[in-house]
């Protein structure tokens, strides 16, 4: 696993960081500012909402497909999911990897690990997101 942080905060001394630990066969879809994620430097929220818009509102029609609205596209879980995991994955990254890779061996083992650690060592798992999260969303 390749380990990252990321300062995202630092109020009195208590720093929080972006800990991501990434597959190393994951490591060529990841964004090259993926670690700005939550931070006050991050600027792909627009991206992220059309991309969104893109693979989901505009795919699905919301009277044909109310189950997939009702469980996916109007759950506020899942869309705050699906904005991280385009905030980090780069799409054309995405693409090419998906042309390379028509058959996946072990799909349960390509992991994307996403926690808030701080400063006196608390770590909190926020996501664990598979190929197969991405390749939903997408």
């Known amino acids: 696993m390749i380990k990252t942080t990321h300062e995202i905060s630092n109020e009195n001394g208590y720093i929080k960081y ?14 090259p500012d993926y670690n700005l994620w939550d931070t006050k430097d991050f600027s792909k929220k627009d991206y992220c909402e059309e991309m969104y818009k893109k693979n989901f509102y ?19 879980q899942f869309k705050e999911k699906a904005m991280f995991i385009y ?3 780069d799409y054309d990254k995405y693409k090419e990897f998906v042309e390379l890779n028509s058959e996946i061996q072990n799909p349960n083992e390509l992991i994307i690990s996403y926690s808030i650690l701080d400063s006196s060592g608390v770590k909190v798992n926020i996501y664990n997101i598979g190929i197969t999260d991405i390749a939903f969303v997408f």
């Not at 972006?18 to 964004?31: G, K, R, S, T």
Request: charged fraction near 35%.
């Open 18 to 31: 972006n800990f991501f630990e990434i597959h190393p066969d994951l490591e060529a879809l990841i964004a």
């Open 58 to 76: 505009d795919k699905y029609d919301k009277d044909q497909y109310a189950e997939v609205y009702d469980r996916y596209i109007n759950n506020k």
């Open 87 to 89: 905030s980090i994955i």
